[in-house]
């Protein structure tokens, strides 16, 4: 069995035990990197890498205090993202919140800061609300992995992603800077969890599920490259070539043939109630 193998197993256990984490302390799984749930009076975000971070104690495990240089530490030794990349989603995020000396993961949740429209796993905030859902939303999850895998069977790629997220933007258009930030979003996702050639293959659609559904590490990974910026820069491009073309009409979308679009997305469900998504 192999070390993450091994922590996900161990951190398996805390599943039934309910317990309280004060910062990276776990009183089941200790102060490794075992994976533990969050549990009441934790916070936690609408993005699922920092929700796993939290998860398996990179970041605090309450998702609390938690201060930039807390997130540039967590994104290089949890993802390999290399020192530029990780600063600039730390210090960026800080600033757009306008918090400086430490956030709560769950701030991160203040609709049409960082957090927007047409999420691929989340739903879009209501109409007045301050705060987005938190909790991955089954459904959509399980759209995205029935539109995935479209050009190399299994796995997800940056074109299966522009295709999806053309589809997910007709019914909730993004400004130009939230539409950067969800190309970033997945380029970051599949440049990282797909291997050193997942700009080229992809990523496996059973390890996004599990990520973002579980907001854990799937089984048997460990990043085997540093994620750079310009790197990630490129990856986000093609995506952003691609639904140019899509939304031009230079390339037909695959999905348009198989009636898949924003009158098809999934009826929304209502958002878990938990105590571990509370606001501060």
């Known amino acids: ?93 800080v600033l757009i919140l306008g918090q400086y000396r430490s956030i709560s993961l769950a701030d991160l949740a203040r609709h049409n800061l960082i957090e927007h429209d047409a999420s691929l796993f989340h739903r879009d905030a209501r109409e007045g609300d301050e705060y987005a859902p938190r909790c991955p939303d089954s459904s959509l999850l399980k759209h995205v992995i029935l539109q995935g895998g479209h050009y190399i069977p299994g796995r997800i790629t940056l074109q299966d992603v522009a295709n999806i997220r053309v589809k997910r933007e007709i019914a909730a258009p993004l400004d130009g800077v939230h539409a950067e930030i969800a190309r970033g979003e997945m380029a970051i996702a599949i440049g990282v969890l797909g291997g050193r050639n997942a700009a080229t293959e992809g990523l496996e659609l059973n390890a996004l599920r599990e990520w973002a559904k579980y907001e854990r590490f799937p089984d048997g990974w460990k990043p085997d490259h540093v994620q750079g910026l310009y790197k990630t820069y490129k990856m986000a491009k093609v995506i952003r070539d691609r639904m140019d073309d899509l939304k031009a009409g230079k390339l037909k979308n695959i999905l348009d043939d198989e009636g898949r679009d924003a009158s098809n997305t999934p009826a929304a469900q209502p958002e878990p109630s938990s105590d571990s998504v509370n606001p501060k």
């Open 1 to 93: 069995m192999s070390t993450a193998d091994s922590e996900n197993t161990l951190g398996s256990s805390s599943m039934t035990q309910h317990h309280e984490h004060t910062g990276n302390h776990c009183p089941v799984v200790g102060e490794g990197h075992a994976y533990c749930h969050p549990h009441k009076g934790d916070a936690r975000s609408p993005c699922p890498a920092l929700n796993a971070l939290a998860n398996h104690g990179y970041l605090p495990r309450d998702g609390k205090n938690v201060s930039a240089f807390d997130l540039i530490r967590a994104l290089r030794e949890g993802y390999n993202l290399s020192f530029p990349l990780a600063f600039l989603l730390a210090f960026g995020a």
